[in-house]
């Protein structure tokens, strides 16, 4: 049994070929051209074609190196997107990333009505942010001369697997993070389309993460795969990332350190503290997805090296600077250079080194920044784990695992022992995941297991300089 997955992310495609018997067999990445994406906006159908493109060059160059036929094809995209489509389905302008901020004020405006955002935060699971669809639905309502009863609101997702397969539907994993699905019933909240004068036409329908529609002619010739296999709808990144680590069952943590930072776990109820601070999707097989999202991980380690450093020294050189004797009186950095998501969600917060003397160098200020970045991610841990309860195991990923201190670092601060994986294609892995049960090879996606590749051992005799650190850490971020 073999599968074509196919991942849409931010700035590049991805295609990889599966095999039930062999594993991958190869892997292919394609960056984006600057003018089909930003980041910030995307142009479907350039997203689309070159999701195409991607895979029909991976299955051209090893079809030989897989038995028989490809069976069916795994999608996985972006989450908090948004798409305008005319009532024919034809875009209207460009894919809204979950980067766009534009409707900051929009959203700071309404956060006002503490009563409001919180009723809509319990209801929905998503905080008040511009990450979420319906507060840039909200500005674009209120800032726009178009007939907003002619537009249907759609996503990456949903547009890629219309092209794939002709119909239009949206997994009701991606739905969770728009801010218009209520996380309790799982279908569309009648209390927020109202709010935001949508009539539920507007929207896709909403489908199982499992739901299935036959791949199109046009598109089967593209990819160089039979018509008709098989198309399991789009999954999101990040809950197919749990898929694919292994952790859909209770217990288990992901933790990944990338460009940005974000801790997860899978639950059997919506999980939501009283204090809109973490967030709550869905997953699938009625397991919710409760965690938390942090904006400065890699990001600001890049920024530091490039910016502070000059790009004059390594990340090994950077590291080797660290005087481990003089850590306590390090700077405590602030990792908000790219705004704050959880757990305060102040996209205008700034961030940056407090407590800094001209006695300072390179190396304690690059601790900082390791440190704080890790500090933001434990305050979010300590929130999370107080409504969804403390971990068996914590897995982690990301640019992180390219640093044994930084890996250390992680352990010595939430005190718990930490598992690295081979996670190189782990959302990718759980959309195979996710088509392997719907053919039939597995019953259930707890099932789908790795082995660690390493376990990371916490210092116990750095627990209280790790506590006295985060309480340091604590009274600046309350300050600012």
Not at 42 to 69: K, N, Y
Not at 199 to 219: G, H, I, N, S
Not at 227 to 251: F, K, R, S, Y
Request: hydrophobic share 40%; proline share 4%; aromatic share 10%.
């Amino acid at each position: 049994m073999n599968i074509l997955a196919l991942e849409a992310s931010t700035s590049s495609a991805k295609a990889v070929i599966y095999s039930e018997t062999k594993g991958i067999i190869a892997a292919r990445d394609r960056a984006y051209d600057p003018n089909i994406s930003n980041v910030v906006t995307q142009e479907p159908e350039g997203i689309f074609r070159a999701l195409l493109d991607c895979g029909s060059a991976l299955v051209e160059s090893h079809g030989r190196d897989i038995q028989g036929e490809i069976d069916a094809i795994a999608l996985c995209s972006t989450w908090h997107s948004l798409l305008f489509t005319d009532k024919q389905g034809e875009p209207v302008g460009r894919i809204l990333t979950w980067a766009d901020n534009r409707s900051a004020d929009t959203v700071n405006r309404y956060k006002k009505d503490v009563g409001l955002v919180n009723d809509i935060y319990r209801r929905t699971g998503c905080p008040a942010h511009t990450n979420f669809p319906l507060w840039k639905w909200m500005h674009f309502k209120e800032n726009s001369d178009i007939d907003i009863t002619s537009l249907k609101l759609s996503s990456q997702s949903d547009y890629i697997f219309m092209r794939l397969t002709g119909d239009w539907g949206v997994s009701r994993s991606v739905a969770s993070g728009s801010g218009f699905l209520n996380i309790h019933t799982l279908d569309w909240d009648e209390y927020i389309l109202d709010f935001a004068g949508l009539v539920p036409e507007q929207l896709a329908p909403l489908r199982e993460p499992e739901f299935t529609a036959p791949l199109r002619a046009e598109a089967a010739e593209a990819l160089n795969v039979r018509e008709g296999i098989p198309v399991v709808i789009t999954g999101p990144d990040g809950a197919l990332n749990q898929v694919g680590a292994g952790a859909m069952g209770e217990g288990v943590m992901t933790m990944s350190v990338g460009t940005s930072g974000a801790i997860r776990m899978a639950t059997d109820n919506p999980k939501l503290p009283q204090v809109p601070s973490t967030w709550c999707y869905y997953i699938a097989e009625g397991k919710r997805l409760a965690g938390a999202a942090t904006s400065g991980a890699g990001n600001c380690v890049n920024w530091f090296v490039k910016t502070l450093n000059k790009n004059k020294y390594s990340y090994d050189d950077l590291e080797g600077f660290i005087d481990e004797a003089r850590l306590m009186d390090a700077p405590i950095f602030l990792p908000f250079m790219f705004g704050e998501r959880s757990p305060g969600w102040e996209g205008s917060r700034l961030g940056g080194f407090t407590q800094l003397s001209g006695e300072h160098g390179l190396g304690q200020l690059y601790y900082a920044v390791l440190e704080g970045i890790l500090l933001n991610i434990y305050q979010c841990y300590e929130i999370l784990t107080q409504v969804g309860g403390v971990p068996n195991d914590i897995r982690i990923s990301g640019g992180i695992e390219n640093s044994g201190f930084w890996l250390q670092m992680a352990a010595d601060i939430f005190q718990r022992e930490i598992q690295t994986f081979d996670l190189e294609h782990s959302s990718t892995m759980g959309a195979i995941a996710m088509a392997l049960k719907v053919l039939g090879s597995m019953n259930s996606l707890q099932e789908f297991k790795l082995k660690p590749k390493e376990t990371i051992v916490p210092n116990r005799d750095k627990a209280k300089f790790y506590q006295d650190r985060f309480q340091k850490y604590l009274e600046w971020y309350h300050r600012a």
